[in-house]
């Protein structure tokens, strides 16, 4: 059966958007996926699913459940790893907290993906890619030149190298 990473947008930043884990993986199984598990407190959740699951479905069944509301992106295992591999900053990432994958439900369209320059982004690097962006953080995630309004225009939701590498992991187990 084909495997699928849901994203959650926000959850557990802080005092925002509280969802218990236990919460997330139950109303999972409810909806009738198999397999399920989840990674860290954030909202990464691995499950088993005959054909891909819609993403707004879930985004409500999720707020039903758990009281949250939070924006989903699902990526099938396959696409995942894809898009781990096609990692353009991975030769200059010497530290995988700080380095980022922002997993796009779609294609960034060029107006979404508008950003400061190269040269004002510096020492930081941004590569739009197919279905991700690409970052590289050398002063650390909280340090980022770039807003977070720019992620949230293209409805994407970022994890660090460390989680996506723990969930690709997982999709292997």
Not at 69 to 77: D, F, I, L, Q
Not at 82 to 90: D, G, K, M, W
Not at 158 to 172: E, F, H, S, W, Y
């Amino acid at each position: 059966m084909p495997r699928f990473v849901a994203l959650l947008r926000g959850v557990n930043v802080g005092t925002a958007k509280r969802v218990a884990m236990a919460d997330l993986r139950a109303c999972f199984e409810a909806l009738g996926f198999s397999g399920v598990r989840t990674l860290l407190q954030s909202g990464n959740v691995v499950f088993d699913a005959a054909r891909p699951p819609d993403a707004r479905q879930l985004e409500s069944a999720i707020a039903e459940a758990t009281g949250a509301s939070a924006r989903v992106v699902v990526v099938a295992g396959d696409d995942l790893r894809a898009i781990v591999a096609a990692n353009p900053l991975l030769d200059v990432v010497d530290d995988p907290s700080r380095g980022l994958v922002a997993f796009v439900d779609g294609t960034p369209d060029a107006a979404a993906a508008a950003r400061p320059t190269d040269a004002e982004l510096l020492p930081e690097r941004v590569v739009v890619g197919e279905r991700a962006v690409y970052q590289w953080c050398p002063d650390g995630v909280s340090a980022s030149k770039l807003p977070a309004a720019y992620f949230a225009r293209m409805g994407a939701t970022a994890r660090n190298l460390r989680t996506v590498d723990k969930l690709v992991a997982m999709l292997d187990d």
